[in-house]
């Protein structure tokens, strides 16, 4: 309807005509997103990003309010806190409601790329507190269009596919043929309407920063509603009279690669050295659909411990996580703080040495919120303790060397 460019949609890396075809059975193609959301100088909420390949990260909203509740449980006292922890519940429904048609008994899985990925902590988290299986690609296998799922009781159907592995792994058969970590012939089987894909193959596109300038317009024509957060100012730089214009100003601008992920590739103007402005002004004129330019937002800081035991400034943004049954849309109270832990930086990726915190969202009068007495935590996965042996078990365990875990 040239509400957006064509070109724009087709030279997207993430457009693949291999999805053509494919019709979840509830309509679903974004079961879970994790919008970014930023608080300008002005103390604006904007939308830095949009996140609806495979959002990460919701396994440290969980953690971090479960590790603060058994830490210091009595910071909790006399605040109505909205829980974080129907979280999985929510995306198994979400989840069991895309099943094909006529499933009665639909069997879910979350696929990895395996124990070496970044994230499989989170992976391997969400698949126990969901009550699914966690497989890998080598796990699974295509028979007569239906997916099937090795056990040892022989193969059983699957039937949703809560996949955390990019769509060039998903499938050799139509994508990348030297993967090893994708299951052949999946992407067939969905577009038969054999198995869902969650989320869907090609939200890429969605995800590309190019079109991201345009969400505002794609909510305005397709759902007639005016976007209630605005966007940061984005600059596409495959417009020859943005270009223009963003080019001499680069110290003032924050330039992004449109595919890229985890603050790689990030070039920030004002920490930027001159031939490292320069690098970008020909890496732009070069492939100016690669890169989008933003100006420099003064993101809003938390009190955050620092080395030394100090508390300082940091700068934050916020995602929160949305889960789509194909009913409504659940937005989880709360979300992923991410925190950059080096002075002065605005990159708060975990990849680049980010940190995170603990997200509250507070009931309202009204809202019928579980008790949480002071001297009393209840651990879902395990018996109850009182604030004393808890503060005592902690004391013991932080001598001892702890695992970190980093999200993609």
């Given at each position: 309807?040239?509400?957006?460019?064509?070109?724009?949609?087709?030279?997207?890396?993430?457009?693949?005509?291999?999805?053509?075809?494919?019709?979840?059975?509830?309509?679903?193609?974004?079961?879970?997103?994790?919008?970014?959301?930023?608080?300008?100088?002005?103390?604006?909420?904007?939308?830095?990003?949009?996140?609806?390949?495979?959002?990460?990260?919701?396994?440290?909203?969980?953690?971090?309010?479960?590790?603060?509740?058994?830490?210091?449980?009595?910071?909790?006292?006399?605040?109505?806190?909205?829980?974080?922890?129907?979280?999985?519940?929510?995306?198994?429904?979400?989840?069991?409601?895309?099943?094909?048609?006529?499933?009665?008994?639909?069997?879910?899985?979350?696929?990895?790329?395996?124990?070496?990925?970044?994230?499989?902590?989170?992976?391997?988290?969400?698949?126990?507190?969901?009550?699914?299986?966690?497989?890998?690609?080598?796990?699974?296998f295509c028979r007569d269009g239906v997916v099937r799922m090795r056990t040892i009781r022989g193969s059983e159907p699957v039937h949703v596919i809560y996949r955390r592995i990019d769509d060039d792994y998903l499938d050799p058969v139509l994508f990348?043929?030297?993967?090893?970590?994708?299951?052949?012939?999946?992407?067939?089987?969905?577009?038969?309407?054999?198995?869902?894909?969650?989320?869907?193959?090609?939200?890429?596109?969605?995800?590309?920063?190019?079109?991201?300038?345009?969400?505002?317009?794609?909510?305005?024509?397709?759902?007639?509603?005016?976007?209630?957060?605005?966007?940061?100012?984005?600059?596409?730089?495959?417009?020859?009279?943005?270009?223009?214009?963003?080019?001499?100003?680069?110290?003032q601008m924050v330039v992004k690669p449109v595919d890229g992920s985890g603050g790689y590739g990030i070039v920030m103007g004002s920490q930027a050295s001159d031939s490292e402005l320069a690098t970008a002004a020909e890496t732009i004129q070069a492939?100016?659909?690669?890169?989008?330019?933003?100006?420099?937002?003064?993101?809003?800081?938390?009190?955050?411990?620092?080395?030394?035991?100090?508390?300082?400034?940091?700068?934050?943004?916020?995602?929160?996580?949305?889960?789509?049954?194909?009913?409504?849309?659940?937005?989880?109270?709360?979300?992923?703080?991410?925190?950059?832990?080096?002075?002065?930086?605005?990159?708060?990726?975990?990849?680049?040495?980010?940190?995170?915190?603990?997200?509250?969202?507070?009931?309202?009068?009204?809202?019928?919120?579980?008790?949480?007495?002071?001297?009393?935590?209840?651990?879902?996965?395990?018996?109850?303790?009182?604030?004393?042996?808890?503060?005592?078990?902690?004391?013991?365990?932080?001598?001892?060397?702890?695992?970190?875990?980093?999200?993609?």
């Amino acid at each position: 309807d040239q509400v957006i460019p064509r070109r724009l949609i087709t030279s997207s890396a993430h457009f693949h005509r291999q999805a053509h075809g494919i019709r979840p059975a509830n309509g679903v193609r974004i079961h879970v997103a994790g919008v970014d959301l930023v608080r300008d100088h002005e103390g604006t909420f904007r939308v830095l990003e949009d996140n609806l390949r495979n959002p990460s990260g919701v396994s440290y909203v969980l953690e971090n309010r479960r590790t603060l509740s058994h830490v210091v449980p009595e910071v909790f006292t006399g605040h109505r806190l909205r829980s974080v922890e129907e979280y999985p519940a929510r995306l198994l429904s979400a989840l069991l409601a895309a099943a094909p048609l006529g499933v009665a008994d639909p069997t879910v899985v979350v696929l990895t790329p395996g124990v070496h990925n970044s994230a499989h902590f989170e992976h391997a988290f969400l698949a126990r507190r969901m009550g699914v299986e966690l497989v890998e690609g080598r796990d699974l296998f295509c028979r007569d269009g239906v997916v099937r799922m090795r056990t040892i009781r022989g193969s059983e159907p699957v039937h949703v596919i809560y996949r955390r592995i990019d769509d060039d792994y998903l499938d050799p058969v139509l994508f990348r043929p030297d993967s090893v970590l994708g299951v052949p012939g999946v992407v067939n089987a969905a577009r038969a309407g054999a198995v869902t894909i969650a989320n869907g193959v090609g939200n890429g596109v969605a995800d590309d920063k190019a079109v991201y300038p345009y969400v505002p317009t794609i909510v305005r024509y397709y759902l007639g509603e005016e976007p209630l957060l605005p966007n940061v100012e984005t600059y596409n730089l495959s417009d020859p009279d943005q270009r223009a214009y963003v080019l001499p100003r680069l110290d003032q601008m924050v330039v992004k690669p449109v595919d890229g992920s985890g603050g790689y590739g990030i070039v920030m103007g004002s920490q930027a050295s001159d031939s490292e402005l320069a690098t970008a002004a020909e890496t732009i004129q070069a492939d100016p659909r690669g890169w989008i330019a933003q100006p420099i937002v003064a993101l809003s800081t938390s009190p955050t411990v620092v080395e030394g035991g100090r508390l300082a400034p940091r700068h934050l943004d916020l995602r929160p996580f949305a889960v789509n049954d194909g009913e409504k849309i659940w937005v989880m109270p709360g979300g992923l703080t991410r925190v950059a832990l080096v002075e002065g930086s605005l990159v708060v990726n975990s990849s680049q040495g980010g940190g995170s915190k603990d997200t509250w969202v507070l009931g309202g009068d009204g809202d019928v919120l579980p008790p949480l007495a002071p001297d009393l935590v209840v651990d879902a996965e395990g018996p109850t303790f009182s604030a004393a042996q808890i503060r005592s078990a902690n004391e013991a365990r932080a001598r001892v060397d702890q695992p970190t875990f980093h999200s993609e």
